[in-house]
């Protein structure tokens, strides 16, 4: 039985028909499967510049395939023929159909992300993230968070890892500088995402060897070393990482950008990569962040407190005039203060961070009542001045994807309307995969 598209369409219409019976397509065998699943792209390639205009024509396509008799009952195996012929395929269109559902279905199930990883997707992705940008912009944006996502949920192979090359680093710092004059461009986020998880690969290398995992050939964090090296070239991005710091509520990407910002502030290259008026806007958003997380954030809280220290260490915040020196303080105060009755005292790993920030040689004013009486109890570090946290340390953080962070405000107002409703379990938010969000509860 052959499934071959030769169809003449009169209007939209039809065509969703049309799809909806080729992926309907009752398969008892592999080979009639290879056949709808030729069928399917054939089809949808055809006429893609007729009725998939938009990326969400082109992903409704995936969802219809997704949610069919054809993958519902060979799923495993329609996911591998996908990932094999995404591997081999060179034309535009088909790549863009065939990458929707990839990314569509591996943020449905993570099975699709782990049989890509074992099937060396992401080589292909690199491959064609650097070679296929003029093709077209909507390819291109998949391709982007394609490999952003299969990279975020899993650790990737050394020897997929050792693939990525200056040029490669350098290539996608490159096309945010082109589009430094526009902010909105969509390829703007999805840049800055490939570099900060990619960021996140070379330090779990780190942590692996700390750990006494074998590694051959230690790697070195090509996104660090290009910033060390050319940093002054590429100063938009970190520009971006910060505006971006300032909206995101999803704690996951909150805490890769805290362990890029980690890493620029305890690298000497890199101490003064920031212009100083982004400095002092880090210094604004994370003061606020730090004000405003509710008390259940400690992971969040702490790589915030781990961040801050070198940023007022190391960089030029560290020169004269200092910048909110008493607002700082203040909040170093409230860190590690019991907050009343009705909340868990303060974490240990907070007080310790908080105090290892105040003293901070410009921070710290001996000759205060209030640190006199620090230094009487004992409260400060003598050896402050070095990071007691590691690289590795840092590395190993994680905040499950999709989980976003509510303010202090919302996360009281939700618990008083939850008291009235379920005085147990905590509210988690969480991509639903579609676009959106969804609210889960957990007892």
Same mark, same amino acid.
């Given at each position: 039985m052959e499934f071959e598209v030769s169809y003449s369409l009169d209007d939209e219409q039809q065509f969703w028909d049309e799809l909806d019976e080729i992926v309907s397509a009752q398969c008892q065998t592999q080979l009639l499967i290879d056949h709808a699943l030729k069928s399917y792209l054939r089809f949808t390639s055809n006429y893609k510049g007729e009725y998939l205009k938009s990326e969400y024509d082109v992903a409704r396509c995936s969802y219809r395939l997704r949610e069919s008799t054809l993958f519902s009952a060979n799923k495993g195996y329609v996911r591998r023929q996908i990932i094999h012929t995404f591997l081999q395929e060179s034309a535009t269109d088909t790549l863009h159909l065939l990458a929707s559902f990839l990314l569509f279905d591996g943020r449905q199930s993570g099975e699709t992300f782990e049989m890509m990883k074992n099937e060396n997707v992401f080589s292909r992705l690199v491959e064609l993230v650097q070679g296929r940008r003029d093709d077209d912009p909507g390819l291109y944006r998949i391709l982007l968070d394609l490999l952003y996502e299969m990279s975020r949920v899993q650790r990737l192979p050394l020897e997929e890892l050792v693939l990525i090359d200056d040029a490669f680093v350098m290539h996608l710092f490159g096309i945010i500088e082109e589009l430094s004059d526009d902010a909105s461009d969509p390829y703007h986020y999805p840049i800055i995402r490939v570099l900060l998880i990619l960021n996140e690969q070379y330090m779990l290398t780190t942590y692996d060897r700390v750990k006494g995992r074998s590694i051959e050939q230690p790697l070195s964090n090509k996104v660090?070393?290009?910033?060390?090296?050319?940093?002054?070239?590429?100063?938009?991005?970190?520009?971006?990482?910060? @505006?971006?710091?300032? +909206?995101?509520?999803?704690?996951?990407?909150?805490?890769?950008? #805290?362990?890029? !910002?980690?890493? @620029?502030?305890?690298? +000497?290259?890199t101490y003064e990569y920031f212009?100083?008026?982004? #400095?002092?806007? !880090?210094?604004?958003?994370?003061?606020?962040?730090?004000?405003?997380?509710p008390d259940e954030s400690e992971t969040l809280r702490h790589m915030y407190l781990r961040v801050l220290f070198p940023l007022l260490a190391h960089t030029q915040l560290r020169h004269p005039p200092h910048y909110k020196r008493e607002e700082i303080r203040r909040l170093l105060q409230t860190l590690i203060h019991v907050r009343s009755a009705h909340f868990k005292p303060v974490d240990e790993t907070t007080v310790r961070l908080a105090n290892r920030c105040g003293d901070v040689k410009w921070l710290a004013n001996p000759e205060t009542p209030e640190n006199a009486a620090r230094l009487h109890l004992g409260m400060t570090n003598p050896q402050a001045k070095e990071s007691s946290l590691s690289v590795a340390e840092?590395?190993?953080?994680?905040?499950?994807?999709?989980?976003?962070?509510?303010?202090?405000?919302?996360?009281?107002?939700?618990?008083?309307?939850?008291?009235?409703t379920n005085t147990a379990g905590d509210i988690n938010v969480k991509a639903n995969g579609g676009g959106g969000y969804e609210l889960t509860s957990e007892a």
């Open positions: 660090i070393k290009v910033l060390s090296v050319k940093g002054s070239a590429y100063k938009t991005f970190g520009e971006n990482i910060i @505006l971006l710091l300032n +909206r995101e509520s999803e704690a996951s990407l909150q805490i890769l950008i #805290l362990k890029l !910002l980690y890493l @620029l502030f305890t690298t +000497r290259a212009y100083t008026n982004d #400095l002092r806007v !880090l210094v604004d958003v994370i003061v606020r962040n730090l004000l405003d997380l840092v590395a190993a953080l994680k905040e499950r994807p999709g989980v976003l962070t509510l303010s202090r405000s919302e996360a009281e107002a939700d618990a008083r309307h939850k008291g009235n």
